[in-house]
């Protein structure tokens, strides 16, 4: 692990500053951006793809894109500034987004959030982090809809004449803004950044997997599930792509995990260990939600020495926050399974299941066999090719492997019982 002062050097300056609780995001040391003249519009999703890449694909990647020079250089882990609450704004799409859209003149209602949130940047007891994302009219994310992680609500339509009422009651007060009606939302949703004319990088990677998300969800039968949504920069652009994903951990708590040099063919891998057996994919990791660096930093060695080792490729575990579990002590929703004569907590095989919300899970029917096929032929593709990575693939435990220490205690205080009762009688008898 890189030294305190290495995290410094590859921290981003666009983070919130826990001293001044500020949820507005500055600009980046590091940014490739594009000129003025490069900045058009867009009437629809990734529509115009070569506009974020560059136009040249080929050239595009080797410069900004996955096999560019400093991809995969820098530690990852603790990258994440801490922070509690994440406020996303749907608001048109990626291709009309200028590289400031929080300071856009001609994006009012960003603009007047962002401005609001700043005024109030005393007053927010959490701290705070604005992100725009893709809205689109008509659609499950319309313009003006607003998205608050770790509470899991959407507010629809929120108006530049609502932003003040909206900043005092919902971020100040923590309470709900009454013209609108909170919505509960369920499932996993799952972002990434896109903004191409903030930094290029970010607009060759992300469109990338965010198709690739796309195709894995249709393939898979997860429309309804998981959300999948471009957003605006987040910070860190030299770990493009950048991905957020925020669901409910097996403890029943909503959780922010960051990811940086993901690519499309991480996707399946993210799908299947994150989403779908709460695992988290240590090599890839940033950080979380809720977790300072240091936090981050130690959580992350917790769990490599649970698994036994500091192989990153192996580093693994059930996405509980900062709550962690061994072998000899379970919590609930992780086991333990025995790989080439090691005991190491890499399977979840109780992750709760609800009619509301999308956690794939061993018995779950929506996730055939067949599919279950398909996501281990891409995962093989994927490892065969550059960077392959050794999966260590565990067995279900059996009964007894997966038996606690209270399923012993009370089966010796039935069978205590038992003996008791039958003595009883005995002595009854005998007087009779």
């Known amino acids: 692990m890189a030294s305190s002062s290495n995290n410094n050097n590859k921290r981003d300056s666009d983070f919130i500053n826990p001293n001044t609780s500020s949820p507005i995001t500055v600009s980046d040391a590091d940014s490739y951006l594009l000129d003025s003249s490069q900045i058009g519009s867009a009437s629809g999703s990734f529509q115009n793809e070569g506009f974020l890449s560059g136009g040249d694909g080929g050239a595009a990647d080797s410069e900004f894109g996955f096999s560019r020079p400093d991809f995969r250089q820098v530690e990852l882990v603790s990258s994440v ?11 048109k799409n990626p291709q009309v987004w200028p590289p400031r859209i929080e300071a856009a003149e001609f994006d009012r209602l960003p603009r007047l959030l962002a401005a609001a949130l700043a005024a109030r940047k005393n007053d927010v007891k959490k701290q705070t982090r604005l992100t725009i994302c893709e809205g689109h009219d008509g659609t499950e994310t319309s313009n003006g809809d607003v998205l608050i992680f770790p509470d899991m609500i959407r507010y629809r339509r929120l108006t530049h004449f609502d932003v003040d009422t909206f900043v005092e009651e919902v971020l100040v007060k923590d309470g709900e803004w009454l013209p609108g009606n ?22 060759v990677c992300g469109p990338a997997i965010v198709s690739r998300l796309r195709e ?17 920069h987040i910070g860190g652009h030299k770990f493009a792509g950048n991905v957020i994903i925020f669901g409910l951990n097996t403890n029943k708590k909503v959780s922010g995990h960051w990811y940086g040099y993901v690519t499309p063919d991480d996707v399946p891998l993210l799908l299947e260990r994150h989403v779908a057996k709460g695992e988290i994919m240590d090599w890839l990791w940033r950080g979380q939600m809720g ?4 936090e981050q930093k130690a959580s992350q060695e917790h769990r490599l020495s649970v698994n036994g080792g500091t192989d990153m490729e192996r580093g693994t575990k059930s996405s509980n926050d900062v709550g962690t579990s061994t072998c000899g002590s379970q919590l609930e929703g992780t086991d333990c399974c025995r790989a080439n004569g090691n005991i190491s907590c890499c399977q979840n095989i109780q992750l709760p299941v609800d009619a509301d919300n999308f956690i794939l899970h061993q018995e779950n029917t929506e996730f055939t066999s067949e599919k279950k096929k398909s996501f281990r032929r891409q995962i093989s593709r994927s490892n065969s090719g550059k960077g392959a990575r050794t999966r260590k693939v565990c067995s279900m435990p059996t009964w007894y492997e997966s038996w606690e220490r209270e399923d012993t205690y009370a089966v010796l205080a039935v069978i205590g019982a038992v003996v008791s009762v039958a003595y009883a009688y005995n002595c009854y008898r005998q007087l009779k």
Request: hydrophobic share 30%; proline share 4%.
């Open 291 to 294: 977790l300072s660096e240091d």
């Open 182 to 203: 909170p919505e509960a939302l369920t499932g996993w949703y799952i972002f990434v950044c896109c903004h191409g004319s903030r930094d290029r990088r970010c607009g």
């Open 81 to 91: 500034d801490f922070y509690e609450r994440h406020v996303f704004l749907c608001y």
């Open 216 to 232: 894995e969800m249709e393939s898979n039968g997860l429309h309804g599930k998981v959300s999948v949504s471009p957003c605006s």
